[in-house]
Antibody, heavy 118, light 113 residues
Framework: QVQLVESGGGLVKPGGSLRLSCVAS????????MTWIRQAPGEGLELISY?????????YYADSVKGRFTISRDNAKKSLDLQMDSLRADDTAVYYC??????????WGQGTLVTVSS | DIVVTQSPDSLAVSLGERATINCKCS????????????LAWYQQKPGQPPKLLVN???TRESGVPDRFSGSGSGTDFTLTISSLQAEDVAVYYC?????????FGQGTRLEIK
């Protein structure tokens, strides 16, 4: 069955960096767009970045993370990464890896918590 | 960008009763060339990731109980739970994927009355 497992979350100081990873299994990873979606405590869902399956076109970034976050994928390793730099307190959230990009998201990981605090 | 607005923000329904959640998009998400509405519904239970319930506005995902149904077209959509069960307590989100980037509604919290 489809499985997405995120890792890399934790506590980081404002201005710091963190790299999240998502490892996929149970499907042909290279055939799918992949997305990072975050959820601040008690809040709704925010799509922050996606990358197309074939690498066609530039990745998408929400304005809230543009210039600070970088999404990448390694199809051979079936992994999706999110490099997060210049972190701010309002980046505190659970970060989900999800299968899909420009359509609906049919599989989600369990999420990894990022806390930005001094 | 298409703005997605759900109503109500929260809802309390008795067990066995019908629950109705509304979703309104700021512009039509009906693609005329294939007559499909680019709208999905998700369920998020406490401490869990969202789960896709319905895509293309009315197609239930495999394994989703048939008490869940999606309807609507164009800009106005509804998720109906025909007979509320205790395990349906959750936050429900709609998502438009007609235009990129896709966007979620703010969520509707469903509780037992």
């Amino acid at each position: 069955q489809v499985q997405l497992v995120e890792s890399g979350g934790g506590l980081v100081k404002p201005g710091g960096s963190l790299r999240l990873s998502c490892v996929a299994s149970g499907f042909t990873f290279s055939d799918y767009d992949m997305t990072w979606i975050r959820q601040a405590p008690g809040e709704g869902l925010e799509l922050i970045s996606y990358i197309r399956y074939g690498g066609a076109g530039s990745p998408y970034y929400a304005d809230s993370v543009k210039g600070r976050f970088t999404i990448s994928r390694d199809n051979a390793k079936k992994s999706l990464d999110l490099q997060m730099d210049s972190l701010r307190a309002d980046d505190t959230a659970v970060y989900y890896c999800a299968r899909g990009g420009t359509h609906y998201f049919d599989s989600w990981g369990q999420g990894t918590l990022v806390t930005v605090s001094s | 960008d298409i703005v997605v607005t759900q109503s109500p923000d929260s809802l309390a329904v008795s067990l066995g009763e019908r629950a109705t959640i509304n979703c309104k998009c700021s512009q039509s998400v009906l693609y005329s060339s294939n007559n499909k509405n680019y709208l999905a519904w998700y369920q998020q239970k406490p401490g869990q990731p969202p789960k896709l319930l319905v895509n293309w506005a009315s197609t239930r995902e495999s394994g989703v109980p048939d008490r869940f149904s999606g309807s609507g077209s164009g800009t106005d959509f509804t998720l109906t739970i025909s007979s509320l069960q205790a395990e349906d307590v959750a936050v429900y989100y709609c998502q438009q994927f007609y235009s990129s980037p896709s966007a979620f509604g703010q969520g509707t919290r469903l509780e037992i009355k």
